[in-house]
């Protein structure tokens, strides 16, 4: 059986880099999916754009109102989604090749019972330039809690489990994918798939990339919550978190 997919962009001034983003959800071909974009009421161009791709496509549908940030207008996507299957895919990114949304439907196909999947990506530059592969990792709910080793732009998850376990956390403005995995991931482990199926794009106006800082702080927050939920200790991860952010900062200082 296929499950049809709803493809979830935000967006709020996203002009210079969303056709691209569109371009690459629309060359997905004739399998069962719909792309759902939420807008924050932008002022640039970005509505324009949206307007004239949801007009020459039946499967884009749209809305435009403020929100109360992103994991708000995440929810906001899936309340509206009428997909099986949801993703979110953020504005900036795009699909490497029109066979993801088809990848995707044939894995859950020949793995009915699985409730969601994840994947690797592509590290594209500014331009769209590759810079590297990285491949899914390989999964333990341990290896979860110690720190985010999804990749959310490459991740499909059923929508009756989204909604189950409460979708994104409207009080987290960074790591609300990586909290939502962890509620995921104490249900049921994902689906892994050695793929590639989506490119990230990094570059200076990035959330990922200009607020790396505060993404980290949020991160460790998010794992000590967890934590002390469980009734767990704490001081190894605090000891792993300082080490890893160090690492991160290096990495996307040598990007530029």
Known sequence: MTLPISVITITLNSERFLAECLASVAAQGDCLYEHIIVDGASTDATLELIKSHAATDSRVRWISEPDRGISDAMNKGVALATGEVITHLNSD????????????????????????????????????????DVRVRRYSYRRLVRGNILLHPSTFIKRDL????????????????????????????????????SCFRAHADSRSVSQAEQAYAEEFQVRMDYLYSQGLSTIYYRLDHQIKRRLNNLFYRRLY
């Open 93 to 132: 990114d795009y699909y490497p090749h029109p066979q993801v949304l088809s990848t995707v439907q044939d894995c859950f196909s020949c793995n009915p019972k699985d409730a969601w999947l994840t994947a690797g990506l592509t590290f594209v530059s500014e331009e769209g330039a590759f810079i590297r």
């Open 162 to 197: 989204f909604n189950a376990v409460g979708g994104f956390k409207l009080s987290l403005s960074y790591c609300m994918d990586y909290d939502l995995f962890l509620r995921l991931g104490s249900v049921t482990p994902p689906l892994v798939v050695d793929k590639q199926l």
